[in-house]
Structures are given as C-alpha cells and as structure tokens.
C-alpha cells in the first residue's frame, strides 16, 4: 500500500494512493484505521512528506563502494548521525540553497525506513515487526560545513529543506535489501547502484539503532546512499539554483525536487 500525508483546503490528511486515486485514510495509520470508500483525485492534492517524523536518524558510509570513494574503510558498526526535523520537505517542495553555505551542496539517494511502532532493544530477527514501510529520501549535505568548516556533521546536514521525504510511504516493498537506487540530476544519472551493496542491512540497522535510542512511531531511519555523490566526483558537482534533483528507488518511485535560491 502506498501511504500518502496529503494537504487539502488547508488541512492535512493521510490517505492511501492507488491509480492516481487518493482514499482518505480515518484513525491512525500505525494503529486502527479505515479508508473511506470515496476517493479524490492526485492533481487535486498537494503531496506532503509522507511522514512527519519525531526523529530523523541517519546512518553515513554504509555502501562498499561509497566509503571507498570517500577514502574511508569499512566501519565496524553504523555511523549514525541525526538531522534536523525541520529540515524536512516533501515530494513538491523545492531545495532552497541557504545563503550561509551556498557553494558545496550535495545530494545523497537513500532508502528510509518508516518505524511502525515503539522499538527497544529489539533483536535483527525481531525488527520485520517494527517496520511500517519504506521511503525515498535525498540526505542534502553541505559539504563545506560538513567536512571542512564545522568539527560534526548537524549544520551541514540540517539546514531547513535538506531532508526530502517521499512521494509516498510503501508498506509493501518485497526486497528492501536488494532494490536498485538512483539519483539524476536534471536528467543526468549520476548514483546507479542496490541496496545489496549495504554494509549493514535495513533490519540490522533497526536493532543497532533501538539499541541506542526509543524509535517512536513514525521515526525514519535513513539508510546511507551509493557511490557517485557530487563532492567524490571530478571534477565536483554541486546543487544549484534551477537543477531538478530526483530519487529512483525500484518497488517505491520517484522522489523529484526543484533546487532555487
């Protein structure tokens, strides 16, 4: 099932997407719910992130041949870092290039984890049940702050609009650990890679991270991105004003995002 956060008339929605067909969804979508029968057209939405999560957990270097064009080993465990929640936009929302950093702004395919309920100390065999679905995401970084400027990663990866979210959660993708992933940008692809190619898989990743902290309903997990990011390239690409950014992710869709000023 495909889960969207919708906006209509000013108010916020979930709802289940099928056909291009929205189906209001009543109650709570990580607990009781039903969907009303009578459905509404997509073009007479707007597209939220398909979640608004209490917490944005995010884990680096996590495919092979990503750390080894960052010039970094293997870690032994997960690199885990957080992003800002207001940093989160949607799959209609535009990636605004902050005045304070504008030069180094990268991008990053990720495959998300939506957490379905409360997790703790939960064992690898044990974390299926604690997956609500999965999501695209693109894990925005200024590279300047995040590696040169600043002594941690928070600023860099956390400025407002750096964590797109979308276009819909899918609670039913078969093969999260074997999907392939891609990024274009402006049509261009430049990340081409499969989820295969993690170091630590999504279930793996859930149990060391509930280890670590309480994932609340609705808590992501962003799962790291593939070789072919703009600042390992050369010469670098960064995001600029007027670039489409888009996130491919095979059993989900596509997440696109306009770059402005």
């Given at each position: ?203 793996e990743l859930l149990s060391y991270c509930s280890k670590n902290f ?48």
């Amino acid at each position: 099932m495909k889960v969207v956060r919708y906006q209509k008339n000013g108010e916020t929605f979930y709802g289940k997407l099928e056909d291009e067909e929205v189906f209001p969804i009543e109650g709570d979508i990580f607990g009781d719910f039903k969907l009303r029968l009578q459905s509404i057209k997509r073009e007479e939405v707007k597209l939220l992130a398909p979640i608004n999560p209490p917490n944005i957990i995010a884990i680096g270097l996590n495919y092979r041949k990503h750390a080894e064009e960052s010039g970094l080993g293997y870690p032994e465990k997960p690199v885990i870092f957080l992003k800002a929640t207001s940093s989160v936009i949607g799959p209609e929302d535009k990636i605004i290039i902050p005045p304070i950093a504008p030069d180094e702004v990268d991008y990053e395919a990720e495959l998300t984890i939506v957490i379905g309920k409360k997790a703790k100390n939960v064992e690898i065999e044990e974390a299926e049940d604690y997956i609500f679905g999965y999501t695209c995401s693109n894990d925005v970084s200024a590279r300047d702050c995040q590696l040169r400027l600043d002594q941690q990663w928070a600023r860099g990866k956390s400025f407002d609009t750096f964590c797109p979210l979308g276009p819909w959660v899918e609670t039913a993708l078969a093969e999260p650990n074997h999907c392939r992933i891609m990024s274009r940008l402006n049509g261009k692809i430049m990340q081409d890679s499969n989820t295969s190619d993690l170091i630590f898989g999504t279930k793996e990743l859930l149990s060391y991270c509930s280890k670590n902290f309480t994932l609340y309903p609705g808590t992501v997990i962003m799962t790291g991105t593939p070789k072919g990011v703009g600042f390992a390239r050369k010469p670098a690409v960064f995001l600029k004003p007027g670039d489409m950014i888009e996130i491919e992710i095979e059993g989900i869709g596509k997440l696109i995002n306009e770059v402005v000023s």
